[in-house]
């Protein structure tokens, strides 16, 4: 009789865990040809930048704002090109991302979350098996910004252009007005 519960458990289990597979299946699928393979912690280079950027405007106001968060110029503007570009390249705001990065991790490289997120944008470990490859760092700056873009994007999608709702499935907390109410609040008031 024990056995068979333990059998009934595990089954129950794996169902539950399959039952929710077709859902990440679809966004891995849609999310991998967005995820590449560089390993590296490298910024956006400054032509990759201005491939995508039409001045430098944005780059010197957003630094203004950004300073007091991180102080190192080189390391300011590194981190700004490589947020205007995978925003951009994800259809997204820099300045909505910079909000969501402000709230996330406050701007820390290295930030990681009760829950066991990581990096700027707190990325959750399971998404290298959804959508990435086992030799992505979730610290490194572009791998955190391009999982954190493709993940927003998709879940803009999913919910037809409605950001509150986006956001609250990006920080886990749909339903709650709290996270997307704070993501915004950054938004026009220190991004906009």
């Known amino acids: 009789m024990h056995k068979l519960t333990i059998t009934i458990v595990a089954l129950l289990c794996c169902t539950s865990v399959h039952a929710n597979n077709p ?4 966004l891995a699928a849609y999310a991998q040809t967005g995820i590449f393979h560089e390993t590296s912690d490298q ?4 032509s990759e930048y201005a491939a995508m950027a039409d001045n430098i405007t944005w780059l010197v106001i957003m630094s203004r704002r950004l300073e ?6 080189l390391e300011r503007e590194e981190f700004l090109r490589t947020v205007y570009y995978e925003a951009t390249r994800a259809g997204l705001d820099p300045q ?8 996330e991790s406050g701007f820390k490289k290295y930030a990681v979350s009760y829950a ?13 098996d959804l959508i990435g490859h086992q030799d992505h760092n979730l610290f490194h700056l572009r ?8 993940i927003l994007r998709h879940y803009l999608d999913q ?11 990006y920080n886990g907390s749909l339903g709650e007005a709290t996270y997307p109410q704070l993501v915004f609040d950054k938004w026009l008031s ?3």
């Not at 859902?23 to 679809?26: A, D, K, L």
């Not at 037809?160 to 499935?169: I, P, S, T, V």
């Open 23 to 26: 859902h990440y299946e679809q």
């Open 43 to 46: 910024a956006v280079s400054y």
């Open 68 to 73: 007091k968060f991180i102080p190192d110029t």
């Open 96 to 103: 909505l991302i910079l909000s969501v990065i402000q709230v």
């Open 116 to 128: 066991g997120a990581r990096g700027y944008m707190q990325i959750m470990p399971f998404w290298i």
């Open 143 to 150: 791998i955190n910004l391009r999982y954190g873009c493709t």
């Open 159 to 169: 919910e037809k252009g409605d950001y509150f709702r986006a956001l609250g499935r």
């Open 190 to 192: 220190t991004w906009r």
